[in-house]
């Protein structure tokens, strides 16, 4: 039985949104009807109406069969069990799926709703749930099952919110079950002890609430936050409440004044629209009150324009932004960009000559429908999408969407704190950003997010080999933090063994680029290199082990393919990241921990500081192969499309790109530092030669670090 249920009582008076939704569930008559017993066999029972009628509402022509025999099921297996509040336990199931019919949940779903608790807190098995309801009904029902037994305790929340999405599958009904379980449970948690309501309340808030928010389900995410907000902060949310009831006592309302110059605006333009006003909810009164400080009777609303049409939509816009005035800072298309969750409206604000600034939705009516609902109003997620885009349905975010990439973050995050500690991180962002790329499409990406998250949200794992990018045409770092509506070239090497930089994590926001580089780095530990330069870690360091000593013989020559030979049985040869020696370089090593040998130039200076620690020198010599590996630095004056022209030539000259850093210009100067694999050491003058050649660039070095103290 779920714990969280209790008695109908709340933690204050509610009015709004929360109100509406409370005053369509009478828990009495639904307890009365359900003490009464089952109806006629053909009969639909009166306890189920409610459900009917809004079930009918969106689906006219559903068979409601189902919903008939899953209530009497319900009913007969939950007969005796009682809530804490005194009323039959069937009067929560019954509240459960009500909200769900409200916000159109197909009837699949509906009965699945209907039987949720049956196999946990009753002797029903799956078994016979699939024998008299399908298969599809049976993975739902078993879903929320799985739901029902994970431990919210905070220890467990790394694992809890895996299993979470274990269980949930790719089926997103199993999740619209469970958040509206939730509400109901918030609803009535009015008798529990304190602790177990903050409890309670701090996981709906960090967990089920941006679930709700990810799944578009915005009806359930505002009362849930409305709920929390009372337990949490009851303090002010009092404050708040007195807010509200005061404005409503005022006899002018600013926002009705606008509505109606509006709808004339409208009736003179001929475009059929509804403006209506949408009173904001607690939560969000109280934000717009921490951020504009003294409220005004347009901050409690906001105005809501439904149209038939797409093209209505920007019609509406083109006439409010003629006859009134727009503060043009505030619009936003989220029609020709949807949010992730499939949000679409256009968001504009117009002020009176008061200084009152009216918020403005414009929407059709199916884009209110699913924003309002959500993945909820898109019905079975495996049923096939129509072809006809007069049905106005759009793609389900589980095909393969949000919930699919959480499937696939868990799976390959190295550990459940990973995920969880990048997935909370994902959930706390309540703003989101479009970027474009630049044949045209869009990336949707948190607020805060960088070059390394758009990298990744495009390319996935081959994202390792970005070398840098444009953003808005002009080149930039990969932790450039990016706004709403940045144009971003990525710029990609061809290294199929391109390593990400550990110094990445620190700029990646978005669990898809956390996890992919956290994965890499977890199966690739580096190796202990004290004199790799800083911010190098991206920069792979060819090995060569020296073959077993043959008695009587000198130097050991390395295995094909390696740069240098040891003077030692089996060390490992690493070039060193400060000097990058190449043929002929005059060369030594010197040893450190793990038995590696780490080559150096014999000018470098890390030579001498490591000769006065009283290190020990390991004799080094080039073998035959002359392939190399080097980090060149080029010094230029910064100017449109140079690196390219830098990597053209480089590609020309045979050399192949490993990893290249950019750094934001000074003063006009601008500093490229690329590593670089040579088939031949001989070449790399004329490759110097002929990046100097480039115009714009005034230098080109080879790269000169100065080492770490040992």
């Not at 969106?58 to 939950?78: G, I, N, V």
């Not at 504009?292 to 149209?307: E, N, P």
């Not at 029609?335 to 969750?341: D, L, Q, T, W």
């Not at 414009?362 to 959500?374: D, F, L, N, S, Y």
Request: with cysteine; hydrophobic share 40%.
């Amino acid at each position: 039985m779920s714990a969280e249920a209790t008695n109908p009582a709340t933690p204050g008076p509610v009015t709004g949104p929360t109100a509406r939704w409370r005053s369509r569930i009478d828990l009495r008559r639904l307890g009365r009807a359900a003490l009464l017993g089952p109806a006629a066999r053909d009969r639909l029972p009166d306890a189920i109406s409610h459900v009917v009628d809004a079930h009918r509402a969106h689906h006219p022509d559903a068979d409601l069969e189902p919903l008939r025999r899953a209530y009497l099921l319900a009913e007969s297996s939950h007969r005796g069990q009682m809530r804490k509040s005194g009323e039959p336990y069937i009067t929560h199931p019954l509240a459960v799926t009500l909200i769900l019919a409200e916000l159109g949940a197909e009837t699949t779903t509906l009965t699945a709703s209907l039987l949720h608790d049956t196999v946990e807190d009753t002797e029903v098995t799956l078994d016979q749930v699939g024998q008299q309801f399908g298969e599809e009904v049976r993975y739902l029902v078993d879903g929320v099952t799985k739901l029902e037994k994970v431990d919210y305790g905070a220890a467990a929340e790394p694992e809890t919110f895996r299993k979470m999405l274990v269980a949930t599958g790719s089926d997103v009904r199993v999740m619209s079950i469970k958040l509206a379980d939730r509400l109901h449970n918030m609803r009535t948690l009015g008798v529990m002890r304190p602790e177990k309501q903050a409890r309670i309340a701090k996981v709906t808030r960090d967990v089920l609430i941006p679930l709700a928010e990810r799944l578009g389900v915005q009806a359930l995410k505002t009362e849930l936050e409305d709920l929390v907000f009372a337990i949490l902060h009851p303090e002010e949310y009092q404050h708040t409440r007195d807010l509200i009831v005061e404005n409503a006592s005022r006899t002018d309302d600013p926002l009705a004044e606008i509505a109606d110059e509006m709808r004339d605006v409208l009736r003179e333009a001929d475009i059929p629209a509804e403006v209506v006003i949408r009173p904001r909810h607690f939560v969000s009164v109280n934000r717009v009150a921490r951020r504009r400080g003294q409220l005004r009777g347009a901050d409690f609303g906001r105005l809501l324009v439904l149209v038939n049409e797409d093209a209505d939509c920007y019609a509406v816009l083109g006439e409010l932004h003629t006859c009134m005035t727009p503060v043009v800072s505030e619009f936003k298309d989220f029609i020709a960009v949807p949010k992730f969750n499939l949000y679409q409206s256009l968001h504009t604000a117009l002020a009176r000559t008061d200084g009152q600034i009216a918020e403005t939705l414009i929407r059709t009516h199916q884009m209110h429908k699913v924003a309002e609902a959500g993945v909820v109003a898109l019905g079975n997620p495996y049923a096939p999408v129509s072809d006809d885009p007069a049905e106005g349905e759009r793609v389900d975010p589980t095909r393969p969407g949000w919930l699919s990439r959480l499937l696939d973050w868990q799976e390959a995050a190295p550990d459940p704190d990973t995920f969880w500690s990048t997935l909370r991180a994902d959930l706390a962002q309540d703003r989101e950003i479009a970027v474009f790329r630049p044949d045209g499409g869009a990336l949707g990406l948190p607020d805060g997010a960088t070059c390394v998250d758009a990298a990744y949200a495009q390319y996935g794992e081959d994202a390792h080999a970005c070398l840098g990018a444009r953003v808005n045409g002009r080149l930039a770092t990969l932790s450039t933090v990016l706004r709403d509506g940045d144009t971003v070239d990525l710029l990609m090497g061809k290294d199929p063994a391109a390593e990400p930089s550990r110094e990445w994590l620190e700029h990646a926001r978005t669990p898809a680029a956390r996890i992919a580089i956290q994965r890499w780095l977890t199966a690739h530990p580096a190796p202990d290199r004290p004199e790799s330069p800083p911010g190098d870690s991206a920069v792979p360091r060819p090995t060569a082990e020296a073959p077993a000593p043959r008695p009587g013989s000198g130097p050991l020559a390395a295995r094909p393919g390696a740069n240098a030979v040891v003077e030692r049985a089996g060390a490992a040869v690493r070039l060193a990241g400060c000097c990058t020696p190449v043929p002929p370089d005059r060369v030594t090593g010197f040893a450190v921990r793990g038995g590696v040998v780490t080559v150096h130039r014999v000018e470098c200076a890390a030579v001498a500081r490591m000769k006065n620690a009283g290190r020990a020198e390991v004799g080094v010599r080039w073998g035959e192969t002359t392939e190399c590996r080097v980090t060149l630095v080029a010094e230029s004056f910064g100017r449109p499309h140079l690196l390219a022209d830098l990597t053209e030539v480089i590609a020309l000259e045979g050399a192949e790109i490993v990893s290249a850093t950019v750094e934001s210009p000074t003063q006009q100067r601008v500093r490229h530092t690329y590593t670089l694999q040579l088939r031949d050491a001989a070449h790399l003058p004329v490759l110097m030669r002929a990046m100097r050649n480039v115009p714009g660039v005034y230098d080109v070095n080879r790269s000169q670090h100065r080492p770490p103290t040992p």
